[in-house]
């Protein structure tokens, strides 16, 4: 079983800032890096699948990047709005498998 | 509309009795799969499918069947359900590549069971 790990756990921001999260996942027998975001009392919705090191994905205000030499993946958010409000999970593709970390909760106030 | 559609949404049960929660997407996605959500254990897989006829273990199998007959339905049943499997269960679906080909997952709306 691989390990995915998202830091941090939790987050609280205020309107307007950007923030940052991080996916960690083993670098071996990698196929892919799913991004999810996950609104409460909803179904997650992809944002990104990456695939090759190197890769920068951007969807309007959120972006991510991945290296999978050493096994991480950032996803940005520029300008956070209310509506950022949500659950972010990644998950790791290792064989047929799909390996998701337990998320970044994010917070945005206005 | 493209679509996975999970039935029931919601149920309670007792200890034992068999149950199915059925899953059905319209896009002849060939992966198939299915996932439970607790707090703070976050989205497990428990079986999934590469195709018709096709399905394998995933992380949390135990107590779980599934069988994949169409290529549309992947139906997950509990033979005896206990209260450890309350939960709320997602199923999913994807276009499966060779290789390194991967694509994202569409999620079905959700099953929150109860076994009491």
């Known amino acids: 079983i691989l390990n995915v790990e998202q830091s941090p756990q939790s987050l609280h921001v205020q309107e307007g800032d950007s923030t940052n999260f991080t996916c960690s996942f083993p670098s071996s027998n990698f196929y892919a890096l799913h991004w999810y975001r996950w609104e409460t009392a909803k179904s997650p919705e992809a944002l990104f699948v990456m695939t090759l090191n190197g890769d920068e994905k951007k969807k309007g205000r959120i972006s991510a990047t991945l290296n999978t030499k050493e096994g991480y993946s950032y996803l940005y958010i520029k300008g956070s709005q209310p509506e950022d409000s949500a659950t972010y999970l990644c998950a790791s593709r290792a064989g047929y498998a799909l390996n998701f970390g337990k998320g970044t909760s994010l917070l945005v106030t206005p | 509309e493209a679509q996975v559609t999970q039935n029931p949404r919601y149920l309670i049960t007792v200890t034992g009795k068999k149950l199915t929660v059925t899953c059905s997407q319209n896009?002849?996605?060939?992966?198939m799969s299915w996932y439970r959500q607790d707090p703070g254990l976050g989205l497990r897989q428990i079986y999934y499918?590469?195709?018709?006829?096709v399905t394998d273990k995933g992380d949390v199998p135990e107590g779980y069947k599934v069988s994949r007959k169409e290529k549309r339905n992947f139906p997950l049943i509990l033979e005896s359900p206990s209260p450890n499997q309350t939960s709320l269960y997602f199923c999913?679906?994807?276009?499966w590549g060779q290789g390194e080909q991967t694509y994202e997952q569409y999620f079905g709306p959700g099953t929150r069971l109860t076994v009491t």
């Open positions: 999913a679906s994807s276009l």
């Open positions: 499918s590469m195709n018709v006829e």
């Open positions: 896009m002849n996605h060939e992966y």
